[in-house]
């Protein structure tokens, strides 16, 4: 993936994975991953490291999180997103090592008790055991370099490590009374909207289970009473991916090749390969802007009306529920069909109206229809989970 073209072709295969695939919910948590595990587009980082680092992800977003986590802090693509290749022992880059605790692993403080995760110290300890890593410029790899590693011993989280490296840490941070908990807590926010009491905590952390088991976890969260109860439902603003996502599975489509979906979801702000930061994309709210709801307008009419209704469409690149929509809909019964079709089921008197208005303003044809879809997927009801 090294041209702009090749990149456009990983994008549009991630975008069909995410909107078409049989297992949903591997592309939810491989998404969840990247939003957790992150890598973005920097001076180091192009379209191969990312390219690498999503595949990691999918591959293992329903596997060990220990292993999947150890894989990717000793990934090239990590390692050059946060500065750790060249990091030596005479001058530790500590980027890597704040992210690990912070981020990825432990969070700042133990989410039941609040009591501190770790200190300045431990951070500057595991960055001198993280060093050594070097960049290989004619294969693209980072690789491990005895030279540049600090041989020294550590003292991580108050234990002495000994001569330390980054298995050494790893198990540090599994072995830690935080790990059972951080990561399971982020995954169960992300899935329901809602935040755990102490009790789901445990709960949580049991299914975990030492080595953090991410299918169990989830299997988990799916079977608690609260991942359909009535605050789960719309607890949560939907992000820009997943406007786009939920739209084309709405609306059927098969093949996304005629839709360019890299700039709308830049300017929304939420390109997969542009996190604004190590800490991810913003959650909730934070997506309710004026300029995010007028680019998913432009998004969501592009893909809505781009079925005419003809035999001439290729079959891959039509709208099923449009289609059915017109065929099956009237002027009368567009409306609360299009809702229908669209999931929407408990909504507001002024969707429904809307809608309805809308259905019996004019002759109803193919284009009505995909007007009424437009409306459906663009209603306050839909933006949220």
């Known amino acids: 993936m090294n041209t702009w073209e090749e990149s456009v072709t990983f994008l549009n295969r991630l975008w069909t994975l995410m909107s078409t695939s049989t297992n949903p919910l591997q592309e939810r948590m491989a998404w969840s991953m990247m939003g957790t595990l992150v890598v973005a587009y920097t001076d180091t980082v192009h379209g191969p490291e990312m390219a690498e680092h999503v595949k990691r992800l999918r591959g293992g977003c329903l596997g060990n999180y220990h292993a999947l986590l150890s894989s990717v802090v000793q990934s090239t693509p990590m390692q050059l997103y946060l500065s750790n290749v060249f990091s030596t022992a005479e001058h530790?880059?500590?980027?890597?090592?704040?992210?690990?605790?912070?981020?990825?692993?432990?969070?700042?403080?133990?989410?039941?008790?609040?009591?501190?995760?770790?200190?300045?110290?431990?951070?500057?300890?595991?960055?001198?055991?993280?060093?050594g890593y070097d960049f290989d410029w004619n294969t693209g790899q980072a690789y491990f370099e005895p030279d540049y590693w600090d041989p020294g011993n550590k003292t991580v989280f108050g234990v002495n490590?000994?001569?330390?490296?980054?298995?050494?840490?790893?198990?540090?941070?599994?072995?830690?009374?935080?790990?059972?908990?951080?990561?399971?807590?982020?995954?169960?926010?992300?899935?329901?909207?809602?935040?755990?009491?102490?009790?789901?905590?445990?709960?949580?952390?049991?299914?975990?289970?030492?080595?953090?088991?991410?299918k169990a976890l989830v299997t988990h969260i799916a079977n608690r009473a609260e991942f359909l109860s009535d605050s789960a439902i719309r607890s949560r603003v939907k992000s820009?991916?997943?406007?786009?996502?939920?739209?084309?599975?709405?609306?059927?489509?098969?093949?996304?090749?005629?839709?360019?979906?890299?700039?709308?979801?830049?300017?929304?702000?939420?390109?997969?390969?542009?996190?604004?930061?190590?800490?991810?994309?913003?959650?909730?709210?934070?997506?309710?802007?004026?300029?995010?709801v007028m680019e998913w307008s432009g998004t969501i009419n592009s893909l809505c009306f781009s079925d005419d209704g003809s035999s001439g469409v290729p079959t891959a690149e039509r709208s099923p529920t449009v289609r059915q929509?017109?065929?099956?809909?009237?002027?009368?019964?567009?409306?609360?069909?299009?809702?229908?079709?669209?999931?929407?089921?408990?909504?507001?008197?002024?969707?429904?109206?809307a809608l309805r208005d809308y259905a019996n303003a004019g002759p109803w044809e193919i284009w009505r229809a995909c007007g009424l879809m437009q409306l459906a997927l663009s209603c306050p009801e839909f933006l949220l989970n």
């Open 240 to 292: 820009p991916l997943e406007l786009v996502i939920g739209a084309v599975r709405v609306l059927g489509l098969q093949s996304l090749e005629r839709f360019y979906f890299d700039w709308p979801l830049t300017l929304m702000r939420q390109h997969p390969f542009q996190a604004p930061n190590v800490n991810g994309w913003p959650d909730g709210p934070a997506w309710l802007y004026a300029g995010q």
């Open 325 to 353: 929509l017109f065929q099956q809909g009237t002027r009368t019964t567009g409306g609360d069909l299009a809702l229908q079709l669209a999931c929407l089921y408990d909504v507001s008197t002024e969707t429904r109206e």
């Open 92 to 131: 530790p880059n500590e980027n890597l090592a704040r992210e690990l605790c912070e981020l990825f692993s432990l969070g700042v403080t133990h989410p039941k008790t609040g009591a501190p995760n770790y200190i300045e110290g431990d951070v500057k300890e595991i960055a001198r055991a993280i060093t």
């Open 161 to 214: 490590r000994g001569a330390a490296k980054f298995t050494e840490v790893l198990e540090a941070v599994r072995t830690h009374p935080s790990f059972a908990y951080y990561v399971p807590r982020r995954i169960y926010r992300i899935l329901t909207g809602l935040e755990p009491n102490a009790a789901t905590l445990d709960q949580l952390a049991s299914a975990w289970g030492p080595n953090g088991d991410l």
